[in-house]
């Protein structure tokens, strides 16, 4: 048989073929596979421990537990370190506690050293109870990339987590931890102190204690340039607890630079509370001040409710209490949410209630579109032997703020009242804007009404003189531009005991417009005589004052003088 000579170059071709192929399959002899390694009990160390289990580990295992496992796995030699990108599976938060033990930190996830650095571990835990950290360190320590998905962290004694990394929390609770304590100096953030980027997502994060001299930041402290999102979550009974260096952020304290997000969001219940000075029930936000860059804060279609800053006396004089929700000097913007029956007060001896829901102070630009606040207030406290405290901005104070607009928001029912005084050569605190204060910068409102808002006067008793109700919607002492809104029903009164009444919709001291406005049954009240009540509708005290459009001032009363208008307008 001749061959046909065109087949041999074919043969040849297909050994060459095969001989290329064989360094591939060389490759994947020597590839290493992932495991799965699985906890056979809950001792600290040995065999079959998940420390032995973590030692073993290589990046992109996951480590599980025993079917039979159940109970607390409490830890006698230091926390477990996990420096490898591994996946921990617990039988469920439920199940299985990793506790410290009183003696140490639980998980310290970190990258290890080398040279040159190698990137940064990713790691996961989820199905888990950490408990049990100290007081000198939290449940978990994070300089890495790490994921908590259905895990609860409680009753750490050194707060809940520290993140120096990214950490994103997903349908996890982090509740009843603790930072400080009655002895303590400066205590910060019992739930998680942020230093990184954290996502927080469908959580819970509250009954987080912060206590001592001065305490920041409850549920969460992020520090200066950091990042942090929150969505779909609660915070609910966190308390900042401090002495005389003060209180700030029973949920949230947030310092300069950081870019914060929160969507979704109920805060219910939180509170900063200070023998000394105490700010931010839920949120303290700082700004970047002269220098630094600008801390910026969306708050979008979320509830703030029942939140207080409650300032202490210690000493002389009260305390003051102030943004009873949210204390701001941030770049703010709120949209779409409802703040209500938060409260900023006062102590005894005169202590300032600021802001009842929201006081900012010399921070940027405040936004507001879309929100309610109802019910909040802002009451100053009371004082037997000198002056009650003022009360500012029953919802809103503003000052020294950079512009403020407003549109498309309701105020209802919130109330300033000033505190008490009950001696002679004393005098109640005065209470101005029983809806908003504006002390300096310009205000835009547009839209939106203000009905059944109040500005009370502290009353005076054994020769004290009463304290004034002054702007029973708005108190304006900057530029103010009022549009297409309403102003019905509020009404503003002098403390019982002689005090006066004066603008039960608006007062004004300074520049203001109003256009396509109904201003409708507001009341100036006295509070008894001596008092007067005067300028029902608007009370304008100076400035130049334009009322445009189709505004309207009528059906106002005045106990003394003024049903409608009091003071010179120019009408257009």
Known sequence: MILNPRMRPRAARIRRQARRLRP??????????????????????????????????RTGDTIKFAGSLSGTLTLTSGPLVVDTGVSIRGPGAGKLTISGGGTSGVFLIETPYGDPMPPPISASLSGLTIAGGDANDPGILNFATATLDHVVVTGNQGGGITNGGTMTITDSSVSANTAGGPSAGLSLAAGVFNEGTLTVVRSDVSRNTSQGTTAVGAGILSTYNTVLDISSST??????????????????????????????????????VATGNAQGGALDLLGGGFFGPATTVTVTGSLFDGNQAIGGQSGLFGGSGSGGAIQDSADLTVSNSTLTGNAAIGSVGGGLGVGGAIAVQG???????????????????SSSGGFGGLAAGGAIDLLFAQPATIANTGFLGNRAVGGGASDTGGAGGSAIGGAIHNNDGGLS???????????????????????????????????????????VGNMARGGSGGGNGFGGGLYTSAATTIADTLVLANAAEDGGAPGTGVGGGLYIASGATTLKGKTRVIGNRASTSNDNIFGTYQAS
């Not at 915070?235 to 900042?240: D, S, T, W």
């Not at 949230?252 to 219940?269: E, L, N, P, Q």
């Not at 936004?367 to 207030?377: E, K, P, Q, T, V």
Request: charged residues 15%; hydrophobic residues 45%; without cysteine.
């Open 235 to 272: 915070f609910v009974g966190n308390k900042a607890l401090g002495g005389g260096g003060g209180a700030d952020g029973g949920a949230i304290h947030v310092d300069g630079g950081a870019v914060v997000t929160i969507a979704g969001t109920t805060f219910r219940g939180n509170v900063a």
């Open 363 to 381: 921070g940027g630009p405040l936004a507001l579109s879309g929100d309610m606040l109802i019910g909040n207030r802002a009451q100053g406290g």
């Open 445 to 487: 409102i547009t839209g939106g009404f203000f009905l059944l808002n109040q500005a009370e006067g502290g009353s005076g008793a054994g020769g004290a003189t009463a304290g004034d109700g002054v702007g029973g919607a708005i108190m304006n002492q900057g530029n103010l531009v009022l549009s297409g809104s309403r102003l």
């Open 24 to 57: 591939r399959l060389d490759a994947m002899e020597g590839r290493a596979l992932l495991s799965t390694l699985v906890v056979q009990n809950l001792n600290d160390d040995g065999v079959g421990s998940l420390r032995a289990d973590l030692a073993a580990a």
